[in-house]
Protein backbone atom coordinates (compact mmCIF):
# COMPACT_ATOMS: atom_id res chain seq x y z
CA UNK A 1 0.00 0.00 0.00
CA UNK A 2 0.82 3.31 -0.55
CA UNK A 3 1.52 5.70 2.27
CA UNK A 4 2.79 9.09 2.56
CA UNK A 5 6.04 10.27 3.55
CA UNK A 6 6.31 14.07 3.72
CA UNK A 7 9.47 15.26 1.84
CA UNK A 8 12.46 16.93 3.66
CA UNK A 9 13.84 18.39 0.27
CA UNK A 10 14.37 22.01 0.42
CA UNK A 11 12.99 22.87 -2.64
CA UNK A 12 9.12 23.62 -2.64
CA UNK A 13 8.62 21.81 -6.03
CA UNK A 14 10.36 18.70 -4.47
CA UNK A 15 7.75 18.69 -2.09
CA UNK A 16 4.84 19.10 -3.87
CA UNK A 17 5.97 16.46 -6.28
CA UNK A 18 6.12 14.41 -3.09
CA UNK A 19 2.41 14.75 -2.60
CA UNK A 20 1.30 15.44 -6.55
CA UNK A 21 3.81 13.33 -8.66
CA UNK A 22 1.81 10.57 -8.94
CA UNK A 23 -0.24 10.11 -11.58
CA UNK A 24 -3.48 9.20 -9.88
CA UNK A 25 -3.48 11.29 -7.52
CA UNK A 26 -3.31 14.06 -10.15
CA UNK A 27 -6.42 12.43 -12.01
CA UNK A 28 -8.22 11.76 -8.84
CA UNK A 29 -8.03 15.34 -7.91
CA UNK A 30 -9.33 15.99 -11.35
CA UNK A 31 -12.41 13.78 -10.91
CA UNK A 32 -12.86 15.24 -7.60
CA UNK A 33 -12.73 18.73 -9.42
CA UNK A 34 -15.77 17.44 -11.65
CA UNK A 35 -18.09 16.10 -9.26
CA UNK A 36 -16.81 12.76 -7.89
CA UNK A 37 -17.39 12.11 -4.43
CA UNK A 38 -17.80 8.19 -4.14
CA UNK A 39 -15.27 4.78 -4.10
CA UNK A 40 -17.27 3.69 -6.94
CA UNK A 41 -17.22 7.08 -9.08
CA UNK A 42 -13.37 7.15 -9.55
CA UNK A 43 -13.01 3.18 -10.67
CA UNK A 44 -14.66 3.65 -13.89
CA UNK A 45 -13.46 7.43 -15.47
CA UNK A 46 -10.28 6.17 -14.39
CA UNK A 47 -9.99 2.79 -15.14
CA UNK A 48 -8.20 2.25 -11.42
CA UNK A 49 -7.89 -1.04 -9.66
CA UNK A 50 -9.63 -0.67 -6.49
CA UNK A 51 -6.55 -1.75 -4.54
CA UNK A 52 -4.47 1.16 -6.41
CA UNK A 53 -7.53 3.19 -5.63
CA UNK A 54 -7.63 2.64 -2.00
CA UNK A 55 -4.29 3.22 -1.49
CA UNK A 56 -4.26 6.48 -2.94
CA UNK A 57 -7.14 7.60 -1.77
CA UNK A 58 -5.74 6.78 2.00
CA UNK A 59 -2.29 8.75 1.29
CA UNK A 60 -4.09 11.86 -0.40
CA UNK A 61 -6.12 11.76 3.47
CA UNK A 62 -2.54 11.88 4.90
CA UNK A 63 -0.84 14.11 2.75
CA UNK A 64 -4.17 16.65 3.53
CA UNK A 65 -5.54 16.83 0.23
CA UNK A 66 -9.07 14.98 1.06
CA UNK A 67 -11.26 14.32 3.92
CA UNK A 68 -13.65 10.92 3.47
CA UNK A 69 -16.89 12.02 5.41
CA UNK A 70 -17.82 9.83 7.54
CA UNK A 71 -14.43 8.94 8.47
CA UNK A 72 -15.45 4.84 8.98
CA UNK A 73 -17.99 3.21 7.13
CA UNK A 74 -19.41 2.33 4.02
CA UNK A 75 -20.57 4.77 1.80
CA UNK A 76 -18.66 7.48 2.43
CA UNK A 77 -17.91 10.93 0.34
CA UNK A 78 -14.49 12.20 -0.57
CA UNK A 79 -13.86 16.36 -0.06
CA UNK A 80 -11.18 18.15 -1.52
CA UNK A 81 -9.67 19.84 1.56
CA UNK A 82 -8.74 23.97 1.41
CA UNK A 83 -4.89 23.10 0.83
CA UNK A 84 -6.34 21.43 -2.86
CA UNK A 85 -8.85 23.82 -4.08
CA UNK A 86 -5.38 25.98 -3.96
CA UNK A 87 -4.37 23.78 -6.11
CA UNK A 88 -7.51 25.33 -8.82
CA UNK A 89 -5.08 27.53 -10.90
CA UNK A 90 -2.71 24.97 -11.00
CA UNK A 91 -5.67 22.36 -12.68
CA UNK A 92 -6.38 25.89 -14.98
CA UNK A 93 -3.30 26.09 -16.21
CA UNK A 94 -2.49 22.15 -16.72
CA UNK A 95 -6.00 22.18 -19.13
CA UNK A 96 -4.80 25.27 -21.00
CA UNK A 97 -1.19 23.74 -21.56
CA UNK A 98 -2.89 20.42 -22.63
CA UNK A 99 -5.37 21.71 -24.56
CA UNK A 100 -2.76 24.08 -26.00
CA UNK A 101 0.51 21.88 -27.01
CA UNK A 102 -0.87 17.68 -26.76
CA UNK A 103 -4.23 18.11 -29.02
CA UNK A 104 -4.48 17.62 -32.64
CA UNK A 105 -6.09 20.69 -34.79
CA UNK A 106 -9.74 19.86 -35.25
CA UNK A 107 -9.41 17.61 -31.63
CA UNK A 108 -11.58 18.91 -29.38
CA UNK A 109 -11.02 18.56 -25.68
CA UNK A 110 -13.07 17.90 -22.49
CA UNK A 111 -14.55 21.38 -21.23
CA UNK A 112 -12.81 21.79 -17.91
CA UNK A 113 -15.12 23.74 -15.17
CA UNK A 114 -14.04 27.19 -14.27
CA UNK A 115 -13.16 28.94 -11.16
Known amino acids: M ?7 SPCPIGRAARVLG ?5 LIIRELYLGAQ ?6 EPLGINRA ?17 EPPEGKRARYVLTDSAKALTPVFQEMAVWGEEHLFAEGEKPTEWPSA
Open 38 to 43: RFEDFI
Open 2 to 8: KTYQPSR
Open 22 to 26: DRWVI
Open 52 to 68: ALTSRLKMMQEAGLLTR
